[in-house]
């Protein structure tokens, strides 16, 4: 949609804009980032699997971001809601290779990967995911929605240190309401927008706020 992309130009802010030592932080320490080998093999697994001679920039730079916000925090577990293509989930599976990746949506991609060496994905049921947020004692966890439309009803039993990163906010002027309704839940202290992806936060103390990071 390129009158979003138009206005997501307008309204993006570099890091030394930012009134939020969270997000400059995760600006400036994750997306900043150096290139790293893994993103070679993210690319790699784009030509092997989905069977493209070219990775075509817009293909690249998602997945890096992807990358990038998934490993600066590093989480345990990771959720996926709806079915991510092979580099996107390759992309989670190599920036947290000790964390264990639970998607409800197998696909026959995901054979490939683990024959390329990403083991670290677990198909589980819908209903299996409510029983794995419902451990109040568990620890924070990602969860990656591969659109703004996927099933919500986690959001019952987020704790405050759980982030979720959401694919195609802006695809669809539906997608684009979805990403609305999203960050106005009462559940959310707020929200970064990158365009490609974005990020819910549910910290207690944080100011209700919209973030629209350049990158």
Same mark, same amino acid.
């Given at each position: 949609m390129f009158k979003s992309y138009l206005? &997501?130009?307008? #309204? #993006? +802010?570099?890091? %030394? #804009? /930012?009134?939020?030592? %969270? =997000?400059f932080d995760f600006v400036t320490k994750a997306l900043r980032r150096a290139h790293n080998?893994?993103?070679? +093999?993210l690319y790699s697994v784009y030509r092997v699997i989905d069977?493209? #001679?070219?990775?075509?920039?817009? +293909?690249?730079?998602?997945?890096r971001l992807i990358y990038k916000a998934a490993a600066y925090f590093d989480p345990e577990n990771i959720i996926v809601e709806g079915q991510m293509n092979a580099m996107n989930i390759a992309a989670l599976a190599l920036s947290c290779q000790q964390a264990q990746i639970y998607t409800t949506a197998w696909s026959d991609t995901y054979d490939e990967l683990e024959s390329m060496g990403v083991n670290n994905l677990k198909l589980i049921k819908a209903s299996d995911i409510d !029983? *794995? *947020?419902k451990d109040?004692?568990? !620890?924070? =966890? *990602? =969860?990656?929605m591969a659109s703004p439309l996927c099933e919500t009803t986690f959001f019952d039993n987020i704790l405050p240190d759980d982030i979720v990163m959401i694919d195609n906010i802006h695809a669809t002027s539906d997608f684009e309401d979805g990403w609305e309704s999203l960050k106005s839940s009462d559940a959310v202290s707020f929200s970064i927008d990158l &365009?490609?992806?974005s990020l819910l936060f549910f910290k207690q103390g944080f100011e209700k706020? !919209?973030? /629209?990071? +350049?990158y």
């Open positions: 206005k &997501y130009r307008r #309204r #993006r +802010k570099g890091p %030394f #804009r /930012i009134h939020s030592p %969270f =997000v080998d893994d993103f070679e +093999k069977r493209h #001679r070219f990775c075509t920039r817009h +293909k690249r730079h998602k997945a !029983e *794995l *947020l109040e004692e568990r !620890e924070p =966890v *990602l =969860v990656f &365009y490609h992806i706020q !919209e973030f /629209i990071i +350049k």
